[in-house]
């Protein structure tokens, strides 16, 4: 059956038919076209949106930094992305292979990008998942009642209290690596297109509930005002760099998810337009996560700058002050929740699908060996507060470290390296025939801008942030 192409009359497909359809009969595919959209959105939707982009645009200015991230992920990010997503489709294959593939050479300089990339799924899952682990502890706090108090310092106890104890930590972090491990093991789409087709409108829903909630509340002028009003003063090369470093973060770019996920992309997505809509999606959470909080935080009286604790201290302490509050309290966390699950899956499919690809390991034993190891470099980060707080490198935690170097060092310069490839090294044709889907769509003005951008306008881009915000220039 010749499978339609173009955007629309998809046709769901079994995952051994879409293999098929890839070519790679063997390998695992995303089976509907809404499951390739939901998992990719599932993977930018995380707790990117609603802990990082929160407390960065808090603790840095509000609209200022808004707008700098605005841009930088339009002419960084979303390039990155489609790079990714066009190598990811072209070979079929895990983030470093792939590298191999494009560049034609099993030893070629450019697997630095794959091996970066499998490097940062590591270091950005050992803190990830103990902040998840964090999320995860409150939705049972939340349930229980234990977090109900409009006394800062009683919630600012509960979370002292969890943060610091090695057997809460370490517990809730290794649930979640179980979690998603299970997940994993269950397949490409069995386990992470499924899972993320049932649970992405539930974030949504639960999402405009809360919206709805904080924006009837007396001060949500003054939060609105925060969001959208920017203070061009507060613009360091510090803030320049955070933000940049979110839109990569954010986009699950500059570390071979992408590249990954593209592999199980249908034959007939069309690319561009699938990054398109799922960077406009992941904006519309990060903006509806400041538009659930920030109305809140202000009608109650807190401080917009709380950073991280923003979402453990502050939240809890003015959900205690509405009517029905836990019950808010509870989808929040539910929320949460989902958001991280989805980026946690693509993450972790990252190193799996190298093992097994590579050393031709199951998916099975490939989940168990990444869940292990992962348990033992994510115990120094979720000790951080603990048993390993004195354990410091450059004046950081291993919880900050491996937050630091991935977000602001490691994913740019994945990106730095993409975008040079397919801007000034790829072949442009197999780019364009990739984001034509051969020819089928109509979009040579898209593809001729997108190779643009990866020339002249990302790669100056990121590298004049990197340097500069690492005082190198
Ligand atoms: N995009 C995810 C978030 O915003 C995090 C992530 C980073 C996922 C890198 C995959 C790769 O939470």
Redesign the pocket.
Known sequence: MAVKQGEKGFQPLTEAAAGKVAGVASRGSFVTAIGVITATLG???????IW?FPSLTGLNGGASFLLVYLLSTLFVGLPVMISELTIGRRTRANAIGALQKVAGSDRTPWLVIGVLGVL??FF?LAF?TEVAGWVFAYIVKSVSGGLLSTDPAVTTGVFTSLITDPVQSLVWQWLVLVLVGFIIILGVSKGIEQTTKRLMPVLFALLLILVVRSLTLPGAGEGLAFLFKPDFSLLTKDVLLAAMGLSF?????G?G?MITYGSYYREDQNIPKTALTVMLADLSVSILAGLAIFPAVFTFGYEPTAGPSLLFITIPSIFASLPFGSVFMVMFFVLAAI??LG?ML??FEVPVAYLNERFNISRRTSSIIIGVLLALVGSLAALSNSLTANLKLFGLTMFDLFDFTTSNIF?PVGGLLLTIFVGWIWNPKETEDELTNKGVIKNTSVVKAFILICRFVSPVLILIILLNGLGLF
């Not at 993977?43 to 949106?49: D, Q, R, W």
């Not at 973060?249 to 770019?253: G, I, R, T």
């Open positions: 993977s930018a939707v995380g707790l990117g949106n990082k940062s799924a950005i990830y973060f954010k986009l699950s770019v570390m998810t958001a991280a980026a693509s993450i994913l």
